[in-house]
């Protein structure tokens, strides 16, 4: 994937990667089976490139306006240490998690697809949106990833991020040498 300069500069100064759930995470649908249980699909991919940005020394969180004990798992078995559900409001556990990072908005990438996301999409240094994400936040964001939610964007900015900074080619050596 080609990158502008300008976007490339951008992901280099993320220090903290937010995500949503629906529509980012999972292909933005809620399963429920017969007795009434909740069921969500995650992409592999995304995770394996979550696991990779963490281990870059980039944070992880995740903010989503739904409560579910699977993204609770999901987010466990990432080592995804800031977790905030049930918030339709997100900008008070974003502002919360800045300060307790101490970090900066230019240093935080957000991907979000509704317009429920729009109050810290447009306040991070980094924002993105799937390519399936809301017209209204289409047009609000650097970046839209040809990708759908649950179907590889976060992969895809997990890389584009560790490429710019310059430590994607340690997980390629790693997976490359000799055995």
Excluded at 50 to 70: F, H, N, Q, W
Excluded at 100 to 113: C, N, Q, R
């Amino acid at each position: 994937m080609v990158y502008s300069e300008k976007l490339i500069q951008k992901a280099s100064k993320i220090k903290l990667l937010i995500l949503d759930v629906d529509g980012v995470l999972t292909d933005n649908r809620l399963y429920y089976s017969n007795d009434g249980n909740e069921q969500k699909t995650f992409y592999t991919r995304d995770g394996h490139g979550m696991v990779m940005l963490r281990k870059s020394g980039v944070d992880m969180a995740i903010i989503t306006g739904r409560k579910s004990e699977l993204v609770a798992k999901r987010a466990q078995d990432l080592k995804i240490a800031h977790l905030y559900q049930g918030v339709p409001d997100k900008l008070p556990s974003f502002q919360k998690l800045m300060t307790k990072l101490a970090i900066s908005s230019d240093e935080v990438a957000y991907i979000g697809d509704d317009i429920l996301d729009l109050p810290i999409l447009m306040r991070v240094g980094l924002s993105i949106t799937p390519a399936d994400g809301e017209e209204e936040v289409k047009s609000r964001v650097d970046y839209v990833s040809p990708h759908k939610g649950g179907n590889g964007v976060v992969r895809e900015i997990c890389e584009m991020i560790m490429k710019s900074q310059d430590t994607w080619q340690q997980h390629m050596d790693f997976y490359l040498r000799d055995r």
